[in-house]
């Protein structure tokens, strides 16, 4: 079975402080992909990143950097100097090579930037 | 923009009715995914159609099926509503099925109303 979790339910921020956002995963197969999805208030799903569990090499892009760690089986999402347009659900998810690409979600982290 | 659209917007029908759900996915992607969004819960991955065969169900009823066209479009049909379908259904689409190089782009989202 696999199952992600975010703990954090909601996060509020003040802009241009850094935030991060915890995913922590299980899964039983040794080939897995980790995913950051942000749904804004309109709805839809935006692809951040994606990570293979065999590429433990941590990525930075622009304001966004990512930390995967296999040992505590946590793939952690940190923004850097918060905008109020980075406002919305961030969601961690988890695909098997065993399930197909089929995604598994988290219940999701509402950041609220402030002004 | 992911090139992902879906129809309607929005749709309010009655328990007991049936809903048709449509998802148009890029072009020459030929994996579409459902998922269903309960409010403030992550999305539920229904089923995975695969070259217009289904390639993955999830945890949901029968009443819930689903076509894919060559056309790069697809349906969700859902029969005999319930109040708990309310919610938001999500297609994705990606080029194939194979998890570890194909990431799924989200299309807007069609919020269904049971009353």
């Known amino acids: 079975a696999q199952k992600v979790t975010q703990a954090q339910t909601e996060i509020s921020v003040v802009e241009k402080e850094d935030v991060t956002l915890d995913c922590v995963y299980e899964?039983?197969?040794?080939?897995?992909?980790l995913f950051w999805y942000k749904q804004p208030p309109s709805g839809e799903l935006v692809f951040l990143i994606r990570r293979n569990s065999f590429d433990e090499q941590n990525e930075i892009s622009g304001r966004y950097s990512w930390n995967f760690q296999k040992s505590t089986s946590s793939f952690n999402f940190t923004i850097t100097a918060s905008q109020v347009v980075d406002s919305a659900v961030y969601f961690c998810a988890l695909s098997q090579e065993t399930s197909g690409s089929r995604l598994t979600f988290g219940e999701g982290t509402q950041l609220t930037v402030n002004p | 923009e992911t090139g992902v659209t879906q129809s309607p917007t929005h749709l309010i029908k009655t328990r007991g009715q049936q809903v048709t759900l449509r998802c148009s996915s890029q072009?020459?992607?030929?994996?579409v995914s459902w998922y269903q969004q309960a409010l403030g819960q992550g999305p539920q991955f229904i089923f995975q159609?695969?070259?217009?065969?289904?390639?993955g169900r999830g945890n949901f009823p029968p009443r819930f099926s689903g076509l894919q066209f060559p056309n790069y479009s697809s349906e969700l049909n859902v029969n005999a509503l319930e109040l708990d379908d309310s919610a938001l259904y999500l297609c994705?689409?990606?080029?194939?099925?194979?998890?570890?190089?194909?990431?799924?782009?989200f299309g807007p989202g069609t919020r269904l109303t049971v009353l």
């Open positions: 072009s020459g992607h030929n994996t």
């Open positions: 899964t039983r197969d040794t080939t897995y992909y």
């Open positions: 159609y695969y070259r217009e065969e289904e390639n």
């Open positions: 994705a689409s990606s080029r194939g099925a194979a998890p570890s190089t194909d990431t799924q782009y």
